[in-house]
């Protein structure tokens, strides 16, 4: 559905006004203006002949406007801004507005999310991987932890959601793990009235569709797989333990997956690009097309590769800075013409581009009972937060907690002045402050233009670029 | 079968979380614990059982002798004993499953026999139950516990989902070189059979319900015992001779056990990428190489680095028994 504004939007009661601080305005290739605003999460697309008006009204962003003293023909597109947040009364107090939010995520006691490794083995050895596999199934006292976790903490605070999302290693190989904590998960939080949602980061080769049936029977329902490229570049880099190809069986698995209609789930397929590999992710793209084109089920992600702490990061060659987000951009406008949907739509919400690692209600619980906050950096000191006791009990270092929870906007002057605080919070990638000590602004800041472009022309093909709002 | 060894065949098992290992030697048991930090060794009193096999759960064992095999479970310094049961005669190997039925999950044990005669063990309510597969020349049996099934590797490879009433057994394919092979095991990770051939190890893999050569690598000759590990990217290669070696399966690089570890009888590969010597005296740990550290090296020197790293975890991670008491050979309560 197109959004434009346009004249006879509703007027708004407020007669001082000005733009939102929170409020982008980037020139679109075809003489429009594509608006944004980070705290209402709205996005829209104005056309050229309307553009002059916008630009008007939101050039300044220190500029207060009074209705009645504006011309007769800007006072629509004023009450069309006004409407959808681009242009907030005088009096609102936006930084206390947008430290709210942030307050009221991380104040959050009634969520837990748990980020479960039930193994750390894994079937592959992508070559860019960061993990080293050391340890294998969640023992048997770390799972019993998990569970007496959950009772204690909806005991203590009374839970009203549970998340949980299984991670590795590869899940599906233990996968008994995932089913005895899902049956228990599932039985406790019915029991007691808990919002329920599980996925699953796999690496799609053991996911077939009868193992899909048996897990999304035990509600793990989102799925993350990823593909680099077609055959030839994703088996050079996604290869099995002893360098066998996997792309054929995931597919296979895709194919099944895609033909079986009642299975309820999402999958989202993410490709890591580099130079090497770019020019032939479109050609994946339409096989995929081909296999899974208007199945709203299935999305595709697309991520430069990155040098991200693996054995062997000094031989791979990453796309960085602008050209990996023009790159990036430009797949997801090829994946939408090729009738597949974008899963990038969820970063321009407020809060959609803080990381779980913020949140202090989210742990990762690794196969030994060790608590981490990112599932990057495994083995850095800072990221060992504590520990999961048998009976449930968290021992935790607070300075350490501390150094992801609250290493954000509420230190950090800069962000409390950025217009895309409300998105991020300052919080898109606690590793980067604790490990580099620099503010993590996310890409799609930092290449704002190019992304709300983009994002305006997958919403104008009917691509849901916040969820649905606009 | 388990991912330990002794040369006196099954009178070893080390449980499924890799942190525990019993073994039986003349008259006595010992139970050694080996998870990182937590390193010691007690005598478990007089009794020698025909074979060990791990439990489905942590900390879990199956003993068995005679006609009789009864399930064990390590809880602190106690190793209690559970049900026990009537078994055939002259189990070779045993392994354990859990599977779930009506909320339940109840362990499930498969033995095979001289005869090839494999025995799919089960309870009905209060009653044990047996039902027998026939897998011709069957010598292993091997738990696959991502679908809670057991492989039974003998001329074929033999896949058994084990509802208790009733087994469904399913042939994924014979076992090529059966013949010839000298030493086969399971890998659950990669669900892989490995088999040793005259030198060489081949690995075959369950793909869609038939076997899959997915690995042939040369190795040195006289290979009778194979180990996975519990991640699946290290086998420990055992001959008669001696001169048992470790094999890095993603890199495919066959290296010489540290000292401590060749010499030892009974080891394990332990939790957290650790492979362990046990006896009477204690616990030798060697953290074996991470993967940054077996990948980024060059060709040229990594076999020294591997060497270098390993001798010298090995000294360093010795740990015995921290409250030695006059004499190590301490009773376990329950199991005198
Ligand atoms: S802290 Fe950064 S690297 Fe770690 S999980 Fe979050 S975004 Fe990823
Ligand atoms: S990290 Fe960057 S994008 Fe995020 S709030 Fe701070 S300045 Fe803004």
């Known amino acids: ?470 | 079968m388990s991912s330990s060894a002794s040369s006196d065949g099954p009178r070893v098992a080390t449980d499924v979380d890799g942190c525990v290992t019993l073994w039986a030697d003349h008259e006595d048991w010992w139970v050694a614990e080996h998870a990182r930090g937590q390193e010691r060794v007690r005598a478990a009193g007089h009794r020698a059982p025909d074979g060990l096999a791990a439990g489905s759960v942590g900390g879990g064992f199956i003993a068995w002798s005679g006609t009789t095999a009864e399930a064990l479970t390590l809880d602190g310094d106690v190793l209690h004993a559970g049900v026990s049961r009537t078994v055939p005669p002259a189990l070779q190997a045993v392994a354990a499953v859990g599977v779930r039925g009506r909320g339940v999950l109840r362990e499930i044990w498969c033995g095979v026999d001289a005869a090839g005669g494999v025995h799919v063990l089960g309870w009905d309510g209060e009653s044990p139950t047996t039902t027998e597969v026939r897998v011709p020349g069957a010598c292993g049996v091997f738990v696959n516990r991502r679908l809670r099934c057991f492989t039974v590797l003998g001329e074929t490879v033999t896949v058994i989902a084990p509802d208790a009433a009733e087994p469904a057994p399913w042939v994924a394919g014979a076992l090529p070189g059966n013949s010839t092979a000298r030493a086969v095991a399971f890998d659950e990770v990669l669900e892989v059979v490995w088999r040793a051939e005259e030198h060489v190890l081949v690995a075959e893999g369950l793909r869609a319900g038939r076997l899959v050569e997915i690995y042939r690598i040369p190795v040195a000759a006289g290979v009778t015992e194979l180990i996975v590990s519990g991640g699946g990217e290290w086998l420990l290669l055992g001959r008669d001779h001696g001169d048992d070696t470790l094999l890095n399966v993603a890199a495919r690089r066959e290296m010489a056990l540290p000292d401590d570890v060749a010499t030892a009888t009974v080891r394990a590969f332990g939790y957290d990428a650790r492979l362990c010597a046990l006896s009477e005296h204690g616990v030798v740990a060697v953290d074996l190489p991470a993967r940054a550290e077996l990948r980024d090296v060059t060709v040229g020197t990594s076999t020294a680095a591997w060497d270098g790293r390993m001798t010298k975890t090995s000294s360093v991670a010795l740990r015995r028994d921290p409250t030695p008491r006059p004499s190590s050979r301490r009773t376990v309560a329950g199991r005198a």
Not at chain 1, 180 to 190: G, K, T, V
């Open chain 1, 1 to 470: 559905m197109v959004t434009q504004i346009m004249a006879g939007a509703q007027a708004a009661a407020a007669q001082e006004v000005r733009p939102s601080r929170f409020t982008y305005a980037v020139p679109h290739d075809d003489g429009g203006l594509v608006v944004y605003n980070s705290m209402r999460g709205a996005i829209t697309y104005v056309p050229q002949s309307h553009a002059d008006a916008a630009r008007e009204l939101l050039g300044n962003r220190t500029a207060v406007h009074r209705r009645p003293d504006l011309p007769q023909e800007l006072r629509p597109m004023l009450d069309g801004l006004l409407t959808r947040g681009f242009i907030v009364p005088d009096s609102d107090d936006e930084l206390q507005d947008a430290a709210d939010l942030r307050e009221q995520r991380v104040a959050r006691t009634d969520r837990l999310e748990l980020i479960l490794m039930p193994t750390e083995s894994c079937n592959f050895r992508c070559t860019y991987c960061y993990e080293d596999f050391g340890l294998d199934r969640m023992l048997t006292g770390v799972q019993r932890g998990v569970t007496e976790l959950v009772r204690r903490r909806h005991e203590e605070s009374g839970l009203t959601s549970l998340s949980v999302s299984w991670f590795g290693g590869e899940p599906l190989v233990a996968l008994d793990v995932v089913e005895n904590l899902s049956e228990f998960f599932i039985d406790y939080c019915a029991a007691n009235d808990i919002t329920y949602t599980a996925g699953m980061t796999t690496n799609g080769y053991l996911l077939t569709p009868e193992t899909a049936r048996r897990v999304t029977d035990l509600e793990v329902r989102s799925f993350q797989v990823t593909l680099d490229g077609p055959r030839h570049t994703h088996d050079d880099t996604r290869s099995l333990m002893g360098g066998q190809g996997s792309f054929d069986t995931i597919m296979t698995n895709l194919r099944g997956l895609a033909a079986d209609t009642d299975l309820d789930l999402d999958v989202m397929l993410r490709t890591n690009f580099t130079p090497e590999n770019v020019g032939s992710v479109p050609s994946l793209v339409e096989e995929i097309g081909d296999i899974a084109a208007r199945d709203d089920r299935f999305t595709v992600i697309f991520r430069p590769v990155g040098r991200w702490g693996g054995p062997d990061d000094d031989a791979i060659s990453a796309c960085t800075g602008k050209d990996a987000e023009l790159l990036k951009l430009d797949l997801n406008l090829h994946a939408s013409d090729a009738g597949m949907g974008v899963g990038d739509t969820k970063m321009l919400r407020p809060g959609g581009t803080v990381c779980y690692a913020a949140n202090p209600w989210s742990l990762v619980v690794r196969p030994n009972g060790l608590l981490n906050k990112c599932t990057v950096a495994l083995r850095m000191a800072e990221n060992m937060v504590g520990r999961l006791e048998p009976d449930g009990t968290l021992q935790l270092d607070d300075e350490r907690m501390k150094l992801w929870t609250a290493n954000d906007e509420t230190q950090d002057s800069g962000c409390r002045s950025c217009a895309f605080r409300p998105s991020c919070q300052g919080a898109h990638c606690p590793l980067i402050r604790v490990q580099d000590g620099v503010r993590p602004c996310p890409s799609v800041k930092t290449w704002i233009g190019p992304n709300l472009q983009t994002f305006a022309d997958l919403q104008r093909q009917g691509v849901a670029v916040v969820g649905g709002a606009t």
